[in-house]
């Protein structure tokens, strides 16, 4: 890893009860912002960036190392890249009020991506992180060079219940939801989950020990998930008579393998936006980002050509 990178987080922001190696080697600490952590790859100087700066975000009962497992140092070869966690995930805070709203999340992570300077960025969200990227483009369309939405929940559905029934959790309400994560530790099911998300893929070997499958029960982190759930369709509902209008570029990736419905969900986004490219990945679930980084680069050169000839 050394010398093709070299690794930034904006002082003081990782918080100090995380561990030293979240998100990077060394992990600076205080609280520039408590709910944030983020992680940064830049290519090494004196190199200049291909492609316009990636900012990454993760979904449902996730955190950033997600995506800085295996992904942000492939993409940075060539672009500056960031991942944030979600308020309330991973080791970042909750802030005071309610902060479940897709719209709202995002309002906070362009607030971060401006604080450490990105500028016209490429938004990638995975699963619900799609409903936050989407959200990001409705509010700050021309300020984008595009938006990629990885097995995302971007459209309204029925029911969360039939939403996430591909985990094995169609039969619980979202008030058990939380019990039910809680008690997959108590029989080492962690692992058992993470293989659900993947399936029909399998995690990729440390994934489970590298991201911290603990970290998603919580007790906060739990509250957030649920919380961000509860309210995704409502959110949806009011965000997609607007997709319509969007100018944004949008790269849209779905595997047809995934839980979350490629007609219900994928299909009816690209129909939807004027500007969008729906890419279906074979045989891939819904850790799609992982099953096919190919396509997710081939996404980001696109979307980096068009910005080039709108600019």
Sequence with gaps: MEGWARFLVAPNLIPPHAPRNYGRPLASRSAWAAWACIFGIVPPEPRVPAGAPVVLIHGASGNLRDWTFAIAPRLAAGRRVLAIDRPGFGYSERPPGDISDPRAQAALLRKAAAALGVERPIVVGHSLGGAVAMAWALADPDALAGAVVISGVTTPYEGAAQLFGGLGVAELAM?????????????GGVERFVRRVFKPQIPPPGYV?????PLALRRSTLDANIEDIATLNQALTAMAPDYPGLKVPVEILHGDEDFISLEKQAAPLAEALPNARLTVLKGVGHMAHHAAPDALAAALRRLDLADEVDA
């Design 209 to 213: 020990e590298y991201v911290g499958g």
């Design 175 to 187: 008030s058990l939801y939380a019990e039910y994560l809680k008690s997959t530790v108590e029989d």
